[in-house]
Nanobody
Framework: QVQLVESGGGLVQAGGSLRLSCTAS????????MGWFRQAPGEEREFVAT????????YYADSVKGRFTISRDNAKSTVYLQMNSLKPGDTAAYYC??????????????????WGQGTQVTVSS
């Protein structure tokens, strides 16, 4: 089992920044791709960003490309999501997730085995 705990959400004005963190415990953080997803009320959970365990491969949703940056510190078993130039449309609950793949960086929810409880991000206009 891998337990994931997100933090860093909050209320921010449009144009502002937030950094989300997700720390893993339990089984080793090694050999897991880490991803961020988000879900707004009444909407399906959608892919935001993902990063492979090795190789540095990253993917981003088109809606956040150039504004969000995913990074990870394997020594600390932590993945981050730096969010800049936030828009009201970014308002959602943000979830981190772990997928059991060393080199891959999947973009679909079904590839991920473990999920955090979510942290709310609200962007006011």
């Amino acid at each position: 089992q891998v337990q994931l705990v997100e933090s860093g959400g909050g209320l921010v004005q449009a144009g502002g920044s937030l950094r989300l963190s997700c720390t893993a415990s339990g089984r080793t953080f090694n050999n897991y791709a880490m991803g961020w997803f988000r879900q707004a009320p009444g909407e399906e959970r959608e892919f935001v960003a993902t990063m492979a365990y090795v190789g540095g491969m990253t993917y981003y949703a088109d809606s956040v490309k150039g504004r969000f940056t995913i990074s990870r510190d394997n020594a600390k078993s932590t993945v981050y999501l730096q969010m800049n130039s936030l828009k009201p449309g970014d308002t959602a609950a943000y979830y981190c997730a772990a997928a059991p793949t060393t080199w891959g960086a999947p973009r679909i929810t079904s590839a991920y085995s473990y999920w955090g409880q979510g942290t709310q991000v609200t962007v006011s206009s």
